[in-house]
C-alpha cells in the first residue's frame, strides 16, 4: 500500500455547509489529519435532515477528526491559537468580518505560525467587494450561470453547489502549490480564494466566446447551451420511456449514429457536416427524436454501443450506484455511521492510491477535542481547565439524532 502524499500534515477546518469542508475532504483524502473546529451548536449540517447529519456531512466529513471549540470565549480563541501553532495549514471559509473578529485573519496566524499555509475562501476575493457575503447562488447569479437557467423563466440556481465544490478544489490546488514553496525553502504564500472569482474562472469559455461574436458581429451573441448548439446532441425518450442522452459532437459521431439507427437519409448532404444541421436543425431533431422512439432501451443501447455511439441513461439519483462500473476498485467508499450503511464516492486519486487512506465514519461533535488539544501540547491541567469553563467540549452520545419516520395513518 502507498504512502498517501499528505501523510503527516495537520489541517484545521474552520467552515461550514461546503467549501471550505469540501476542500479538506479532498485533503484528507490525500492523507491529512484533518481537525474540523466546530462550534457547541455543531456544523450545521449535522442537523439538517431531520434533526440529525445531511448527506453533505457523511460524504465529506468522514475521516476527519472533530474539536468542538467556543470561539465567542477568550479561552475557546486561545486553544485555537495553539492547534494553529502546530499545523501545516488553515482552510476556513469564514465571512472576513467574522475572520477579523475571531483573530484568524492571514496577518493574525502569520503571527501565531509563520509555517501555516493559510487559505481563506470567501465570497469575493480582493477588491471593492471583499467584504460583501455571498453563497453559491450569488455566484451563479453573478457570473452569467443563473441568467442561462431558468425555470418557468424565472432565473434559477443549478441545484448542485458547483461554485462551492470548484472553490474547494481551486482551494487544495493552491494549498498544495504553497505546501510545495515552503518545502522549497520559500515562505508559504496565502491562498485567497473568492466563489465569485471561481465563477468567473469556470464560465471563461462563455464570457470570452461573447466578447468574439461581439467583435466578430458587431452585436453580443451568446453561444446556446451545449445540447442545443448541436442538433442530435441531448437527451431523448425511448419507446419504454427511458431517457438515453446523446453524445454527438462531430460529424463522424453524427455519421455512426445514422448507421446504427439505419437512417440512410442521415447520410445526406444536407446533413453532411455539423454547421449543415445547424441550419436544418429542426428536421435533424425530427428525425433523431423519431429513430429513438421506435426502440426499447435496452435494445438501443446494445445498438448504440455496439456502433461506438457514445450515450448512456439519464439516471435518477437513487439508480446511479447500481452500475457495475461504479463498482470498481477504488471508486467507492463504504461507509458505516450510527448502524447505517454508506456507500461514498472516493476523491478520484492516482492511480494505485485507492484503499490507501483509512476510513473512519464522521465523527461525532467534540469526539476528539482532548485529544488534539494534548497533540498541540496543552497540560492535562489546562485541558481540565478549559472543559470546565465550557470553551471547550467533548462529545455527547445521543446528540444530533435523527427524528424517526413515523407511518402515516
Known amino acids: 500500500m502507498s504512502t498517501p502524499p499528505l501523510q503527516g500534515k495537520r489541517v484545521i477546518e474552520l467552515g461550514t455547509m461546503l467549501a471550505a469542508p469540501f476542500a479538506t475532504h479532498i485533503l484528507s483524502q490525500l492523507g491529512a489529519e484533518v481537525i474540523k473546529i466546530e462550534p457547541p451548536a455543531g456544523d450545521p449540517t449535522r442537523a439538517l435532515v431531520r434533526g440529525g447529519p445531511s448527506g453533505t456531512f457523511i460524504a465529506y466529513s468522514h475521516g476527519k477528526k472533530s474539536a468542538c471549540l467556543d470561539l465567542t470565549q477568550a479561552e475557546g480563541r486561545e486553544a485555537l491559537r495553539a492547534l494553529l501553532a502546530h499545523s501545516d495549514a488553515l482552510v476556513h471559509n469564514l465571512a472576513p468580518k467574522a475572520a477579523r473578529k475571531l483573530g484568524v485573519t492571514r496577518e493574525d496566524c502569520a503571527r501565531i505560525n509563520p509555517q501555516l499555509v493559510y487559505c481563506h475562501i470567501s465570497g469575493y476575493a480582493a477588491g471593492p467587494q471583499a467584504d460583501d457575503l455571498a453563497s453559491n447562488p450569488v455566484a451563479e447569479a453573478a457570473t452569467g450561470v443563473m441568467e442561462g437557467n431558468r425555470i418557468n423563466g ?91 442522452y446523446l453524445l454527438m459532437l462531430t460529424d463522424g459521431h453524427w455519421l455512426k449514429f445514422c448507421e446504427a439507427m439505419q437512417l440512410p437519409q442521415g447520410a445526406e448532404p444536407a446533413f453532411a457536416t455539423l454547421r449543415m444541421r445547424k441550419k436544418a436543425r429542426e428536421e435533424v431533431e425530427a428525425m433523431v427524436s423519431s429513430a429513438i422512439a421506435a426502440r426499447p432501451f435496452d435494445a438501443l443501447l446494445g445498438q448504440l454501443k455496439a456502433a461506438g455511439v457514445g450515450c448512456t441513461e439519464v439516471l435518477p439519483l437513487e439508480r446511479v450506484l447500481e452500475a457495475e462500473h461504479a463498482h470498481q476498485p477504488g471508486k467507492l467508499r463504504d461507509i458505516r455511521y450510527r448502524g447505517l450503511s454508506f456507500e461514498a464516492p472516493e476523491f478520484p486519486r492516482m492511480a494505485g492510491a485507492a484503499g490507501s487512506v483509512e476510513t473512519l465514519p464522521p465523527a461525532e461533535l467534540g469526539e476528539h477535542t482532548i485529544e488534539v488539544l494534548a497533540a498541540a501540547g496543552l497540560s492535562e491541567s489546562a485541558r481540565a481547565a478549559l472543559l470546565a469553563s465550557g470553551a471547550v467540549r467533548t462529545a455527547e452520545p445521543g446528540s444530533f439524532a435523527w427524528a424517526p419516520v413515523r407511518e402515516a395513518s
Open 154 to 244: 424565472r432565473p434559477s440556481r443549478l441545484g448542485p453547489s458547483y461554485h462551492d465544490q470548484f472553490a474547494g478544489a481551486y482551494a487544495v490546488i493552491g494549498v498544495l502549490a504553497s505546501m510545495l514553496q515552503a518545502k522549497n525553502g520559500a515562505p508559504p504564500e496565502p491562498v485567497g480564494i473568492g466563489l465569485y472569482e471561481t465563477g468567473l474562472h469556470v464560465a471563461a469559455r462563455d464570457l470570452v466566446g461573447v466578447q468574439l461574436k461581439t467583435q466578430l458581429l458587431g452585436r453580443a451573441e451568446r453561444e446556446p447551451h451545449g445540447e442545443f448548439s448541436m442538433p442530435g446532441y441531448g437527451a431523448y425518450l425511448t419507446s419504454d420511456e427511458r431517457w438515453i
